[in-house]
């Protein structure tokens, strides 16, 4: 992970991951597992 920079160029990056903060406050214990969060 870089550091944010006011000039940063979206064009001249190539972004392959992009980290994300999600809350599924009501999602059951059965379906915390790396399959069924991909693809919620």
Do not use: G, R
């Not at 972004?15 to 999602?27: E, F, G, Q, R, Y």
């Amino acid at each position: 992970m870089k550091p944010w920079v006011h000039e940063f160029n979206f064009k001249e990056e190539i972004l392959t991951t992009i980290p994300l903060w999600v809350k599924l406050p009501n999602l059951h214990l059965n379906y915390w597992n790396a399959v069924v969060l991909s693809k919620i």
